[in-house]
T-cell receptor, first 113, second 113 residues
Framework: DTGVSQDPRHKITKRGQNVTFRCDPI?????LYWYRQTLGQGPEFLTY????????KSRLLSDRFSAERPKGSFSTLEIQRTEQGDSAMYLC???????????FGEGSWLTVV | GNSVTQMEGPVTLSEEAFLTINCTYT??????LFWYVQYPGEGLQLLLK?????DKGSNKGFEATYRKETTSFHLEKGSVQVSDSAVYFC????????????FGSGTRLQVQP
């Protein structure tokens, strides 16, 4: 399968712990996005990469959140000192440089207890 | 700013009924418009899209027409099936810059046999 893949699919963590999610975009897609989705809401934009450069970050991305895409391929999203309000599904998506269609992964569910 | 407004759900229909889910948008510039579908516990799948005024997107019996004069992109299907039960998201992206998607809040469709 050559779609966007995310890992882990589910994560339960205690408040205050750090968590990291990984995203592998579609091969040759140089644009990568992270979104957050809470229950009953549409996804909200968090951050955007073009190759390895992080070009935009939403105000939703507090200082506890950091995203990287070190070689312009896979990306990681780390949340430090998790809070209960961080409980959500974190979606990764990608597209190629010319297309306007964004393809999503299955998402990573985070539950902070 | 850019925004998408969808009709609130849930929408409950009997199998083979006609479906309409309303979507209107506000955008600076000329957006592309999308419908994504999300099945329980999964990520988002692109259902259909339209990139300019009067374009009609269609897929799996679903259709939506880009109406610039009414800033709308209503989703329709002539005969729904139980398997269509899901949450449907209307979204837009501008054709410049990061082209990130702005989503509506989603409409849950429940189809009863």
């Amino acid at each position: 399968d050559t779609g966007v893949s995310q890992d882990p699919r589910h994560k339960i963590t205690k408040r205050g712990q750090n968590v990291t999610f990984r995203c592998d975009p579609i091969s040759e897609h140089n644009r990568l996005y992270w979104y957050r989705q809470t229950l009953g809401q549409g996804p909200e934009f968090l951050t955007y990469f073009q190759n390895e450069a992080q070009l935009e970050k939403s105000r939703l991305l507090s200082d506890r959140f950091s995203a990287e895409r070190p070689k312009g391929s896979f990306s990681t999203l780390e949340i430090q000192r998790t809070e209960q309000g961080d409980s959500a599904m974190y979606l990764c998506a990608s597209r190629d440089s010319s297309g306007n269609t964004i393809y999503f992964g299955e998402g990573s569910w985070l539950t902070v207890v | 700013g850019n925004s998408v407004t969808q009709m609130e759900g849930p929408v409950t229909l009997s199998e083979e009924a006609f479906l309409t889910i309303n979507c209107t948008y506000t955008a600076t510039g000329y957006p592309s418009l999308f419908w994504y579908v999300q099945y329980p516990g999964e990520g988002l799948q692109l259902l259909l899209k339209a990139t300019k005024a009067d374009d009609k997107g269609s897929n799996k019996g679903f259709e939506a027409t880009y109406r610039k004069e009414t800033t709308s992109f209503h989703l329709e299907k002539g005969s729904v099936q139980v398997s269509d039960s899901a949450v449907y998201f209307c979204a837009l992206s501008l054709d410049t810059g990061r082209r990130a998607l702005t989503f509506g809040s989603g409409t849950r469709l429940q189809v009863q046999p």
